[in-house]
């Protein structure tokens, strides 16, 4: 991150606490010494007006006043009567400080001497004092009831008083900017880390992510973004959602539509290439009626049952086609209801009993115990009519076809079984396709269309439920699975 908040705040704030301690250090050295100098100088003011206002210079409760003022500010003073006689002092050797008094006042020496203010009653001065090498600051002058005095106070070397207090302040301001800088940065932290958890939903919420969400602890301004953040993530996710379920919606709609209308090319392909047979067989042998190219009954009734026959294949194959459609468009309504398969291939057997004893075929079929299952019963049974149609045109050899149902967990498995010729392996997956035909020759031999399998198809994709076939050595086994509970 190239502009970090956190660096940024934490900068600020350093630079600010490091620009006050840089900016207390140059008026301490500029201006301290002007203020020491200037403070001394009223401390002795204050001392003197304090002399001069008060009515008796002596006494115990006096005395002890003013020594009071006197070691406060650190004043030495010495006050001298008219007859030149010590009145009061405040310092041990006051011998020098009296001689130094009159050295001012009969005006012997001014070396040194700095007048600072000069008044009627009394002169302040800043003096050096050769002796003790050091720098004092005095006033002296009469008061009023006629006595002279004198006080004065040490200057100590305000140079070397400012640059102690500039390296002890520069040594504070160090370890405080090293203090307040760690402190800052972890408030820094504190205060940023959650900015930086919104950034980091946000950008996941760019990615369609919305799983992430700002955990609000608190009621300050970034607890508030937080719980707005989540109210918009849960608002788009919301919208995304519905967005994301109405194109599944169109685009399962176009889908739909697309293969409608490939359907609806295909069923009128195949119904005008189906139909082209029985209605060319039909035009030819009706004009040969009319023609009238054979007179005797007998060719009259081969022609007419030949139209006929072609009729009505035409006309099962147009109903087989139409509920085929129904199925695959979906239009057709699948009832799930229990009922008793073995019941219901029971009756389909022995619906077909007259054909079986013609071709003289044996189907083995030994369930006498309900089983129930759940499926359209109507359906199911087409079906089953299918798979058994298809067992009776293509039996062969032993002529046996052998109806089974065996349970496996929840489901029921029903196969059917006939003996004779396997089915060629390339063609296995063919067989559900409209109109697809093994053996062309033998299927028109029987009437079939090729159909009846695609029916089964479609019914058991309405179901849900697998179907297929098996080949065997011997024959062929086609089967389909019902759920039981």
Sequence with gaps: ?????????????????????????????????????????????????????????????????????????????????????QSISTVHDSKGLMMQLFDYLINRSNRGVVILQKEDNYTLQKVR???????????????????????RTPVESIKESVGIANRF???????????????????????????????????????????????????????????????????????????????NELKSDIEKKERIDEMRKEFLSNVS??????????????EGLKECINDDEESKDFYCEVIMDEAGRMNDMVKKLLSLNQLEFGNEIVTMERFDIVGLISGIIQSLDILVKQKEVTINFNHHEPIYVWADEFKTEEVVRNYLSNALNHVANEKIIDVKICSNGDLA??????????????????????????????TREYGGSGIGLSIVKAIMESFNREYGVVNYDNGVEFWFELEQK
């Design 129 to 151: 004092d050769s002796r003790i090498a050091s720098d004092f600051l005095e006033i002296w002058g009469y008061l009023g009831d006629g006595k002279i005095f004198i006080m």
């Design 169 to 247: 302040l520069a040594y504070v301001g160090i370890i405080a900017i090293i203090i307040s800088g760690c402190l800052i940065w972890f408030v820094s932290k504190k205060v940023t880390e959650p900015i930086l958890e919104l950034a980091n939903i946000s950008e996941r919420m760019s990615e369609l992510d919305f799983t992430a969400k700002y955990q609000v602890n608190g009621e300050n301004e970034v607890a508030l973004l937080g719980e707005n953040i989540n109210k918009l993530s849960a608002t788009l996710e919301e919208t995304i959602s519905e967005l994301k379920t109405a194109n």
């Design 1 to 85: 991150m190239k502009k970090s908040i956190k660096k940024q705040f934490a900068g600020i704030f350093i630079g600010l606490m490091a620009g006050t301690i840089m900016l207390c250090w140059l008026l301490n050295t500029v201006f301290l010494q002007s203020y020491y100098i200037n403070d001394k100088e009223k401390a002795l003011l204050r001392a003197y007006k304090w002399l001069n206002e008060s009515s008796i210079l002596e006494g115990e409760e006096f005395e002890i006043e003013f020594e009071t003022i006197c070691s406060t500010s650190n004043i030495d003073a010495l006050i001298v009567d008219g007859e030149g006689k």
């Design 413 to 442: 498995r029903i196969s059917v079984f006939n003996t004779g010729k396997s089915i060629p392996e390339e063609a296995l997956d063919k067989l559900w396709v409209k109109f697809y035909k093994v053996d062309k020759a033998r």
């Design 273 to 286: 290439h189906e139909l082209k047979t029985p209605i060319a067989l039909i035009q030819g042998y009706a």
